[in-house]
């Protein structure tokens, strides 16, 4: 955020190229409305980064999992197969680029505040919120707290990236449901919380410094569970787990976490059947 406002605020958009015609997902207004326009912010809503350009017209960029922007000197064209999109301003040309084939990066533009509040999923922000309004939200139904702190509805802008490392930090299993929550148990996610996401904040903009990111990943070194399958967890030395879903995965510390349950996952669970460890002692023997 810090390294687009830098280099965009008050500049005008001289020219918009997309190479992708599965990435802007609205047809009116058309991206080119925006050329010759000074950008007025860049902000996040969600997930989402929102150029606001003058005349109350907004980019709304969702970059997904491999989404990204480059920035890249003036004129400089999408790359190959992995370009969207290219957005030239007078000190640069910001790329839009996407792994894999999927193809989930979106770009809508629309007019106006109202057309952009659709796009607000209603999730509390959790670093603007006190103990009470954070326990309220994560309260209001009986879910999961990995489901619940990723879900835009209840918490926005938690991925799952730092959902796993907040539930690490906090102690808790991922699996645990809300409504048997204690009121020490969530004051202790609440302290997770901040502490993970301040954290991660302020050494993303210390790496970057004045330049612009460019290894933007969901595995960080640093981490201490997210993408550390069977390596050690910090705190206890005993191998991190994960469970398989969809196209993601959950990691945990089953010592530091469960008990020493180990989860069950759903493909290998299956597979192994009887012969799957039930506890981290099992595992390791």
């Known amino acids: 955020m810090d390294a687009l406002r830098s280099r965009l605020v008050g500049e005008p958009l001289e020219r918009v190229l997309v190479r992708s015609f599965f990435f802007v997902r609205t047809p009116d207004p058309v991206p080119d409305a925006a050329v010759g326009k000074a950008v007025r912010e860049v902000r996040r809503l969600g997930k989402r980064i929102i150029l606001g350009f003058q005349g109350d017209l907004f980019f709304v960029f969702h970059l997904m999992i491999t989404g990204r922007f480059r920035w890249r000197k003036r004129g400089t064209k999408p790359p190959g197969k992995r370009g ?163 196209e993601n995965e959950m990691n945990y510390c089953a010592r530091c976490q469960t008990g020493g349950r180990v989860l069950a996952d759903r493909s290998l669970s299956r597979l192994l059947k009887d012969d799957w460890p039930k506890t981290i002692d099992e595992l390791e023997g």
């Open 84 to 246: 969207l999109a290219a957005f030239d301003f007078p000190g640069g040309t910001l790329l839009v680029t996407e792994e894999g084939t999927k193809k989930r990066a979106s770009l809508h533009v629309v007019r106006g505040e109202a057309a952009l509040a659709d796009f607000d999923r209603g999730g509390l922000e959790p670093l603007d919120a006190d103990l009470d309004a954070f326990r309220a939200a994560l309260t209001r139904g009986n879910h999961t707290l990995k489901r619940s702190l990723t879900d835009p509805r209840i918490f926005s802008g938690i991925g799952n990236a730092f959902s796993d490392e907040i539930l690490h930090a906090a102690r808790l299993s991922p699996f645990k449901v809300t409504g048997k929550i204690s009121d020490e148990e969530s004051a202790r996610l609440f302290e997770a919380v901040q502490a993970v996401l301040t954290t991660w904040l302020d050494r993303l903009r210390e790496d970057v410094g004045d330049g612009f990111p460019e290894k933007v990943t969901a595995f960080r070194a640093g981490f201490a569970v997210h993408g550390r399958y069977r390596e050690p967890c910090p705190d206890c030395g005993a191998p991190v787990q994960r469970v398989v879903y969809a």
